[in-house]
């Protein structure tokens, strides 16, 4: 029903993400019309931790889970990447294997560039700059959590955590036990502070989800 719609039409809001903002609007509209639509229409794993890169993903829609796996063969959350974000960058560019697996959560599209084409985006200064303002936005976020996970109790790095993966959506899917995991903490200890910030009216607890009813309240204490 698409195919013949070119995607800087489709997906006019992209031209202002992170990525392409300042950029001539010719060469905006370029990167989004060579690149290819993956549409999800549940749960999957489009990229495979070790996997060899073969380019960049850009959200169109929806959400994208970033996980990575230990020694072990357990996964562990990092992060959840929105629309407007950008996905597989580093290691396309670098031309080696992604560090991490990234799971389209349902409804999500994506936007796919081949690595054939990025190169020509790298010789543009302003698309450059895009990338490492990327970057930059991922190692003080990256340091940040680093900080509480090491300093801070129990209770205000689940505040941390259910602030950052809030911005967009109220509702948080994750279960109980798949926040004790993040937080690394007991299960019982994690019922123990939900139940405590479902008390103050913070959240709310779903099957399998939790839905943040008051983000104001939930960032008090938390050192931003």
Do not use: W
């Not at 202002?16 to 010719?26: E, T």
């Not at 490492?132 to 959590?145: H, K, T």
């Amino acid at each position: 029903m698409h195919s013949s719609i070119e995607n800087s039409i489709r997906f006019p809001h992209l031209a202002n993400c992170r990525l392409l903002q300042n950029i001539p609007a010719d060469l905006s509209k370029e990167f989004l019309n060579k690149s290819v639509v993956k549409t999800f229409n549940h749960d999957k794993i489009f990229i495979e931790q070790g996997q060899v890169s073969n380019g960049i993903y850009l959200i169109a829609h929806g959400k994208v889970e970033i996980s990575r796996l230990n020694h072990a063969g357990q996964s562990a959350f990092m992060s959840m990447s929105e629309v407007g974000g950008c996905i597989g960058e580093i290691e396309a560019i670098a031309e080696k294997e992604y560090i991490a697996s990234c799971t389209a959560k349902k409804g999500t599209i994506l936007l796919f560039l081949p690595r054939l084409y990025l190169h020509d985006y790298l010789k543009h200064l302003e698309f450059v700059k895009n990338l490492s303002l990327i970057f930059l936005e991922r190692m003080e976020s990256n340091n940040s959590f680093r900080s509480i996970d090491k300093l801070d109790p129990v209770d205000i790095r689940l505040r941390a955590y259910l602030h950052f993966m809030s911005r967009r959506t109220a509702k948080i899917e994750k279960s109980q036990a798949d926040l004790a995991d993040i937080i690394c903490c007991s299960r019982q200890t994690m019922n123990k502070e939900l139940g405590k910030l479902r008390k103050l009216g913070v959240l709310d607890l779903k099957s399998g989800a939790v839905v943040i009813l008051d983000r104001d309240i939930l960032a008090k204490g938390i050192d931003h």
